[in-house]
């Protein structure tokens, strides 16, 4: 592998298709062709092994990212990232949810590191089903509603759980379980239950809310709305799946284009609709509560649920210079900004340590101090390498999203 000179360089991501993902989102603002009954779910840039993001360094062959990195730590992340982290530590995402995601939590650094020695100790192969913790890391996310977005973010506060349960005729059997502050009860307790009682509990308020979603008398602001919805999307060989428990426990959260929620390890959450831009670290690592037909494992996901309310903190973004703005989070191996640059202006940005861009709406010219000018349309992205100067000048209005390591000197 050979260093380029550039340290502005284009990139291309990686586009998974999962079957929640919807049909024409990321075609679009990737301009790329629709293929028929296709599911386009993720776009990813970055140098995850499922998908590192490459580019062309002369040569015919496509260069991966991650090789790239791994071949030139120093000179791609600068000495103070390649020390701390030895690697890209963070993923920046697209994703287009059009059914929704199962529930899930993730672990702590601390305790991936811990539960990922104990798998591979007891022999449990990286790709078995059963494997839980993919990596020894942890994986915070923020993701920023690009549309509006619908999504559960952790449990109601002890009143308005409360109140649910004894709304809902079916769950007034978990009043008493509850008892106004048991969170760790209440979730073992539904999660514990045996699967014919699931079915038992559930099935009148499933058939009572499935008459009105199809008539349509029930709107998204609603528990009712996306328990019908799960239960349509998940039922498994005629059982109800008990993450529908979990809709009524959890914080419904509704999200405007713009706002953006910060999910740190132990909070469950579940992304329900609509589209986002996402940054986590760089990590596989998922523990399902339901809304899956993948491998639950609850002695391990009650392992690293905290047990508390959490009351959703809307993050809006902080203007830091007159093009962009940061959202910012306790995350010490992501940061995401917006940049907005008008048509005929320009901005100049010097990386310290790696930066990846996302091209979301216009066209850009991108020089850098190398000599490397190129242009970037609509859903094109750019890697900037540490120390690179860049001058981005905006050929038509240019939103961008921007990928850094916070604190970086
Ligand atoms: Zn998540």
Redesign the pocket.
């Known amino acids: 592998m050979e260093l380029s000179k550039d340290r502005v360089i284009p990139i291309t991501g990686k586009v998974q298709h999962y079957a929640w993902g919807g049909f024409y989102y990321l075609p679009k603002l990737l301009n790329m062709p629709v293929k028929k009954g296709e599911t386009y779910a993720e776009f990813w840039l970055g140098t995850h092994d499922r998908g590192s993001a490459e580019f062309k360094n002369g040569s015919e062959k496509p260069v991966s990212l991650k090789e790239y990195i791994d071949a030139f730590p120093e000179q791609t992340l600068g000495e103070q990232a390649a020390k701390k982290f030895g690697r890209l530590p963070f993923l920046l995402k697209v994703l287009d949810v059009k059914d929704m995601l199962s529930i ?1 939590v ?1 672990p702590s650094k601390e305790n991936a590191q811990i539960a990922f020695d104990a798998e591979n100790n007891q022999g449990i192969d990286l790709a078995a089903p059963e494997r839980n913790f993919k990596d020894n890391n942890h ?1 915070p ?1 923020l993701m920023l509603a690009l549309s509006e977005f619908w999504l559960l973010h952790g449990f109601k506060n002890p009143k308005a759980l409360q109140n649910i349960l004894r709304e809902v005729p079916e769950l007034h059997f978990l009043v008493p379980i509850f008892g106004g502050d048991n969170y760790k009860k209440l979730y073992r307790h539904v999660m514990e239950l045996p699967q014919q009682q699931v079915d038992r509990h559930l099935k009148t308020l499933i058939d009572r809310n499935l008459i009105h979603y199809n008539a349509g008398k029930l709107n998204k602001s609603k528990e009712d709305f996306w328990a019908a919805r799960a239960a349509i999307t998940y039922s498994h060989e005629g059982h109800v799946d008990r993450g529908i428990f979990s809709i009524y426990l959890f914080n419904l959260v509704h999200l405007q284009p713009g706002q953006a929620v910060y ?1 740190d390890a132990g909070l469950l ?1 579940a992304y329900l609709e609509g589209q986002n831009v996402e940054i986590m670290s760089n990590s596989d690592n ?1 523990l399902r509560g339901g809304l899956t037909s993948k491998h639950v494992d609850l002695k391990e996901l009650m392992k690293h649920v905290k047990f508390e309310p959490t009351v959703p903190n809307i993050i809006t973004g902080k203007t830091v210079e007159s093009e962009r703005m940061v959202y910012p989070t306790p995350a010490p191996d992501f940061e995401l900004s917006r940049l907005n640059i008008g048509k005929g202006k320009s901005a100049t940005l010097i990386s310290h340590s790696i930066e990846i861009f996302l091209l979301f709406s216009g066209t850009v010219e991108i020089s850098g101090g190398e000599g490397a000018v190129f242009k970037r349309n609509k859903g094109e992205a750019w890697v900037t390498f540490d120390a690179a100067h860049t001058e981005v000048m905006a050929l038509e209005d240019a939103i961008i999203y921007q990928a850094s390591i916070p604190g970086m000197k």
């Open positions: 899930q993730h994986k996310e999910q959450h998922v």
